[in-house]
């Protein structure tokens, strides 16, 4: 079969995700693996979205409610924006999608960072735009050399913060410095998949920059912190210019109603954050400690994962510790072929870790 596909999709690398439970279990016979290499949240869905879940499954025959009227107002309400600022996707990873289908054409530039989130070269290659990698420094994202990095073709510029692998943030006032002199109609995404781990007082905040005139987007998901990856869910605050431009890419339909009803219901579930952030932060000490003991090292994290450099190749890593029950993430696919990238589990997840890993190094 001889099939006309455009260059810059045959030359896309799909995207590797870390292995599910059930190939683990039918690839190496494995019961029960710990799986902490997604970064998911290690206590299960938040209660409250469960319950509205299982409510809400008699209505399956229904469609859902294209504008997510409850879940839109009352993200609104809590993030103090406009019901018009917000765009919902199957998973913030859409909102990327609808981002660079709106606002790149084939030959357009998008700046982002060595090693950063997967997805974001992959959206841009879709739309045949052209990505410009700037490496880390010090695993820092590095604003002032991207801001070199602008041409008159350039259309997007990617950010994370919390950054995924790094675990790193951005500060507020490095930003600040940034975005001046940056014309303000670069659309520049700043991904917060993670910030409600970050403690670190001097991180950025997209939200504060809604109404600074730029065209600045703030991605949040409820696949993390509220525990919801499965059901595929997340959204973009923005000018409302912007949003009224993706609804016209976005499928009427595209958040399903069960995930509409979930994270609606998870927003209310303070005590289920408050129980994820402190889970989280005991499980970091814990493997902090047991690292430091072995003499590993690793980076210390502003989000629910971190880097460990294990100083030989991640991949074998990956696989001695599969064997041992344990799934890791090895970071070979974002170009660091000495590092693995763990999530925070529970206690007994990250004990299982800790005497694994002794093993495998
Ligand atoms: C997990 C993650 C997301 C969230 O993706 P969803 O599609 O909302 O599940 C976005 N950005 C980064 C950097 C992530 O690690």
Known sequence: MKLSVPDYIQTISPYIAGKPMEELEREYGIKNPVKIASNENPLGPSPKALKAVEAALKNLHRYPDAGAYYLVNKLAEKLSVSPGNIVLGTGSDEVIGMLTRVFLQPGDEAILSEHSFLMYEIMIRCD??????????????????????????????????????????????????????????????????????????????????????????????????????????GYGVMPQEMASLLNRVRQAFNTNSLAQIAATAALDDDEFLQKTLTTVRDGLKFLYAALNEMGVSYFPTQSNFFLIDVKQSADDVFKRMLKQGVIVRSMSSYGLPQYIRINAGLPDENAQFIEAFKQVL
Do not use: H, Q
């Open 128 to 233: 045949g735009a052209v990505p410009v990698w700037v490496p880390l420094k010090s695993l820092e994202i590095d604003l002032e050399e991207m801001k070199r990095r602008i041409t008159p073709k350039t259309r997007m510029i990617f950010l994370t913060s919390p950054n995924n692998p790094t675990g790193m943030i951005i500060r507020k006032k490095e930003f600040d410095r940034f975005i001046e002199g940056i014309s303000p109609e670069i659309v520049i995404v700043l991904d917060e998949a993670y910030i409600e781990f970050a403690t670190d007082p001097e991180c950025l905040k997209g939200l504060d920059y809604l109404n600074s005139g730029r065209a600045i987007v703030t991605l949040r998901t409820f696949s993390k912190i509220y525990g919801l990856a499965g059901l595929r869910i």
